[in-house]
């Protein structure tokens, strides 16, 4: 700590990296956030699904091969994820809705057990890597420094995803009911619509963008297990101090998060972990309902 | 209050159970009694945390934390000072509640969701730091060949050290339970609202409340020093701490020795199936699943429902 000074390209070079891992954080908290809005369940196998997304896409990418995998797979691993948790939900979740919060954690902490030791026997537990396809590959230079190109796109997809989501949201019916039932279910069901189906789509949904993020991630970072436990323990974070159920929320918290941790690495390499956590603290003690209004 | 322990029904079938396991060295393998020393300190473990979720209600969701700490405090007063043996005992609970005080003068400002995750985050701050600390607790690596006195040598006298601790501790938490405070904190369980309304201090009563429970998680910690000899920040871990809480709903969070039956089975399962497939946590996700479909009072609370005729004091009433 001390001593090193940074000029103002070393900043705002960090800061890029900052911001692109908090759009891939904001992507899987999103659907995080979406799933605890609506069906209130906090989804702990949330983590798991966001890894099956990276491994899959690792597998796609690398059967097809070429820019073209990497585009199919970005396109195909959230829609095996969603496909997933569709068949969850329809199997298992969808009889649970009626018990405690905490049963329900619980529940998903079993779930993601499964999941877990399941992707372990699919893919092993060794280390994998995507490569980006050339188009995002390399860097280019802005302010003096260098960025990389995948993190422009990453800059790109989080607010897209946002603008996406919004307009689902409040844009289409399905959307409203969906918004309707996260505040008072059995008046949505006293209407004639079928709340066990609006709750289905609402979570598939949500997961889907759990392996859209782990999609996202997957050309940077090693793709291996536990990758899981350390996401999942940040996003729900970033979903509380956000505001739990609030997509806008979401996306403060992940900016948060990200930004704090890329200068912790600057200020402090060794306990830059250290300092997200530390962000999460100050504002929990300070706004302990989340920063923006929450839904709960 | 000795008398409701000396005529309660459990208490003879606990001695007898006591007798057999201290019987037990003699008769089976060195691995079991291994085997039965980390049940123990799982149990210990297990029932702390069920102190404040099962009876308390509250979601305290980072009780490995304050295991970690025990552990730790165990750990770096017999390596890195040459005091007495005895302050490492000591330290151990003392710094996991003084942590648990800290923690959970925060956390009892804020109610279920948002209590719970006050708690992670600021237990993993602590993860984070004692993972990340290489000089001082030794990072990811842990710290390892810890030594322990003579009278702790073999593996026998770990044995009986941690089945006397145990049972002292578990005659304290009854008899926590069967006071005042004790009912007073399951009445804040069942209803904080009408209980603050009465004139009850909620918030201290709780807080009161993790501190104990953290001091036990603390000798825990300890025991889990003397059996293993070493100590990792896994054991800080949030999939620890659900791990915990996982024991006490496979046991039975409303029933008084429900957790230990979720200790036991949790580290059975780990122990046996893991010998013939590394994919033992697949199996314990499968049936947790099964249990909470088909029993929600966990196996301890559906045997005293099937076979106590008169259900007595709450032991239906879910604890949340």
């Known amino acids: 700590m001390g001593g090193v000074t940074y000029g103002p390209a070393e900043l705002i070079s960090q800061l890029l990296v900052g911001l692109?891992?908090?759009?891939?954080?904001?992507?899987?908290?999103?659907?995080?956030?979406f799933v605890l809005g609506v069906l209130r369940v906090p989804n702990v196998a949330h983590g798991s699904l966001y890894m099956i997304g990276a491994f899959v896409t690792f597998t796609i990418s690398k059967w097809i091969g070429g820019w073209v995998g990497f585009w199919l797979a970005l396109v195909l691993a959230p829609l095996v994820v969603a496909l997933i948790s569709l068949i969850a939900e329809r199997a298992l979740f969808c009889h649970l809705y009626q018990r405690e919060h905490l049963l329900l954690l619980l529940f998903t902490f079993a779930l993601s057990l499964i999941l877990g030791d399941l992707v372990k026997i699919v893919w092993g537990a060794e280390y994998r890597s995507v490569s980006a396809p050339d188009v995002l590959k390399g860097s280019i230079s802005m302010f003096g420094s260098s960025f990389p190109r995948y993190n422009l796109f990453l800059l790109v997809m989080?607010?897209?995803v946002a603008i996406l989501l919004w307009l689902f949201v409040n844009k289409t019916k399905i959307g409203r009911i969906s918004r309707a039932a996260a505040v008072d279910r059995e008046m949505v069901g006293v209407l004639g619509i079928n709340v066990s189906w609006v709750f289905a789509i609402a979570f598939v949904i949500g997961c889907f963008l759990a392996g859209l993020g782990g999609a996202l991630v997957a050309p940077t970072v090693g793709i291996t297990l536990g990758m899981d436990h350390t996401l999942i323990i940040e996003a729900f974070l970033i979903v509380t101090i956000g505001g739990l159920g609030n997509m806008w929320g979401a996306l403060l918290g992940s900016?948060?998060?990200g930004v704090t941790q890329a200068f912790g690495v600057l200020m402090w390499p060794q306990f830059a972990i250290v300092f997200p956590y530390l962000a999460v603290v100050i504002v929990l003690l300070l706004r302990?309902?989340?920063l923006v209004k929450s839904v709960w | 209050m000795f008398k409701s322990i000396v005529h309660s029904r459990g208490s003879g079938i606990a001695l007898a159970l006591l007798i057999l396991l201290a019987l037990l060295p003699l008769i089976v393998p060195r691995f079991f009694v291994y085997i039965f020393a980390l049940i123990y300190v799982t149990s210990l473990l297990a029932m702390s945390l069920n102190l404040?979720?099962?009876?308390?209600?509250?979601?305290?969701?980072h009780h490995g934390v304050f295991y970690g700490v025990g552990a730790y405090a165990m750990a770096l007063v017999v390596t890195k000072t040459s005091w007495p043996l005895w302050i490492g005992f000591v330290a151990g609970p003392l710094v996991a509640a003084t942590v648990g005080l800290l923690i959970g003068w925060f956390c009892v400002r804020l109610t279920r969701l948002y209590f719970a995750m006050?708690?992670?985050?600021?237990?993993?701050?602590?993860?984070?730091?004692?993972?990340?600390?290489?000089?001082f607790t030794g990072g990811d690596d842990g710290i390892h060949g810890i030594h322990m006195p003579p009278f702790l040598a073999s593996l026998n006298h770990s044995y009986y050290f941690i089945l006397v601790v145990l049972a002292i501790s578990l005659v304290l938490m009854y008899l926590i339970l069967k006071s005042p405070f004790g009912a007073t904190l399951q009445a804040i369980r069942d209803n904080p609202q009408r209980c603050e309304a009465v004139g009850i201090h909620v918030r201290r009563h709780q807080l009161y409340a993790i501190v104990i429970a953290t001091f036990f998680a603390g000798i825990a910690g300890v025991l889990f020093v003397v059996l293993e000899r070493s100590v990792f920040p896994e054991m800080l871990f949030w999939v620890m701490s659900l791990e915990i809480l996982i024991m006490c709903l496979l046991g039975g969070w409303f029933t008084f020795a429900g957790p230990m039956l979720g200790a036991a089975i949790t580290v059975g399962l780990r122990t046996f199936v893991g010998r013939y497939t590394e994919y033992w946590t697949l199996i314990l996700g499968i049936i947790l699943i099964l249990l909470i479909f088909f029993l929600p009072d966990g196996v301890m609370g559906f045997l005293l429902k099937t076979f106590r005729s008169q259900a007595k004091e709450g032991s239906e009433r879910s604890p949340l």
């Open chain 1, 255 to 257: 900016l948060i998060f």
């Open chain 1, 288 to 290: 302990p309902t989340g």
């Open chain 1, 158 to 160: 989080g607010p897209l």
């Open chain 2, 52 to 61: 404040v979720v099962g009876h308390g209600g509250m979601f305290q969701f």
């Open chain 2, 118 to 135: 006050l708690q992670i985050s600021l237990g993993s701050l602590i993860w984070a730091v004692v993972f990340r600390w290489y000089k």
């Open chain 1, 20 to 33: 692109s891992r908090s759009m891939i954080l904001f992507i899987v908290c999103a659907g995080l956030s």
